[in-house]
């Protein structure tokens, strides 16, 4: 759409004439980017696993990163295969597991041994600073990546994705950040440039809407916020990321289907747009 | 978003290069035009106009076309102050009436009555065609438009947007088309086409998507299917449409929530997008 009007403008600037063909600007015009779409497991905390399933369907996301809410850090294999057939007979892609809190050794190896029972090739996770290369480790003997996450500007160990990103940028380039746009903007720095600053360790995607660039700012519905979504596409585009989308929704906890459902149509048509 | 995309593919064609300031086309790009969204009433059918006032906060949308299953045609004054003050306390703006079908003089007189009662200048209807011109003398004494509803190829009337305008474009300028894209794709017409191609007599729209280009397509959840959004809206934006976008919404109608906001998500997104 603004392609054409951009170009009708260059038109009204005299600058056009200087096409040959003055259609073939509009006709080989990039189409936008379309970013696989998920959700972060977090946002169906109050469900269980067969109803998550059924919400995914209805909303017609396929990719979900997996919160131990629905799948506990210490399930037996037999527990983990069974929730693996839910999710395949569900056609839900189980991407990444996450995020999941390591405040110790045998939390940093729990969490690569249940990822390597899930069979993914990359955890979200929040290791404590002096756990981060003996995680490191464990990416490296399982190649599996690690995706760190920042929670804002109340975490006191990553409130920024800057704070992961200056702690990790000389580790192993299988560890990497997870930025969670809300928080990020809550923590008073715009995703769109964020995901351009850390973009060689950008592994996975947290996107939400917030009410403020404010540390009380509150979670809303994506497309009813502040952040600048065309903007954050677009930065998207630019850096050819190459992850997942995941809307993490935690709104109406209770009843969120109906938030969740405006958040993904308004991403889809941002990216359409 | 796409401006600059656009503009960065011109400047390897080597064409920006004429400008002085090449941020000028950049800077001074149009913004898109966000077209104010609605609901017609038909989407609530199965609620009642509580549940329908509820749903629509909770979508966030205030503009509503009213169909008498909410307001029957033939409600005395008194209900439809109660029914005013209920959507008035409800933040509701009742902006039309309809679709309302009339199949004689009576029916006819009886519409313009419930509109004036109502206090909208406008309704949505279809009044056979042998009883246009009787229509048209109503606007004339009421100063109330007629806003005239195509529905698609199975509609002996009215099939597609042309199939109004040939018989109203004499008529007074007050008696024009309420284009319901969905039908008007399902008759084999774009309906950004039909946009431009009735301009002059666009008063309202019911905004849908459908399956597919074909008489026996069905209707799914805004930006699920095969019309083009962008171009439509690109559409209006070239014709300074003036009314609304008002979805209807008819899958799922027993629990349209979800699909409903989806939509509304998808149409603000492609909006700014």
């Known amino acids: 759409m603004k392609n054409r009007r951009s170009f009708l403008q260059l038109s009204a600037l005299g600058i056009a004439g200087t096409l040959s063909n003055p259609s073939f600007a509009m006709q080989s015009a990039p189409k936008s980017v379309e970013?696989?779409?998920?959700?972060?497991?977090?946002?169906?905390?109050?469900?269980?696993?067969?109803?998550?399933?059924?919400?995914?369907?209805?909303?017609?996301?396929?990719?979900?990163?997996?919160?131990?809410?629905?799948?506990?850090?210490?399930s037996s294999v037999e527990a983990i295969e069974a929730a693996k057939k839910k999710f395949a007979d569900g056609g839900i892609n189980v991407y990444t597991l996450g995020v999941i809190y390591m405040r110790s050794k045998e939390a940093v190896d729990q969490a690569f041994d249940y990822a390597k029972k899930v069979g993914v090739n990359m955890i979200v996770g929040v290791p404590l600073p002096e756990l981060l290369e003996h995680a490191e480790q464990k990416v490296k003997e399982t190649n599996i990546r690690l995706a760190i996450h920042n929670h804002g500007p109340e975490d006191k160990l990553y409130p920024s994705p800057k704070d992961v990103y200056d702690r990790i940028k000389n580790f192993d380039a299988r560890v990497g950040l997870c930025i969670d746009i809300g928080h990020t903007l809550r923590a008073g720095v715009l995703p769109e440039k964020a995901?351009?600053?850390?973009?060689?360790?950008?592994f996975d995607l947290h996107i939400k809407d917030v009410t403020a660039m404010a540390k009380d700012a509150k979670v809303i519905e994506i497309g009813r916020g502040v952040i600048n979504y065309p903007a954050f596409f677009e930065s998207l585009g630019k850096i050819n990321y190459q992850g997942m989308c995941s809307i993490e929704y935690e709104k109406d906890m209770s009843d969120p289907l109906a938030g969740m459902a405006e958040s993904v149509g308004y991403v889809k048509g941002i990216m359409r747009g």
């Open 195 to 202: 995901v351009k600053d850390y973009k060689d360790r950008l």
């Open 35 to 74: 970013f696989p779409l998920g959700f972060a497991g977090y946002s169906f905390a109050k469900f269980n696993i067969d109803q998550m399933i059924a919400m995914l369907q209805k909303l017609n996301v396929k990719n979900l990163s997996v919160k131990e809410i629905h799948l506990p850090l210490n």
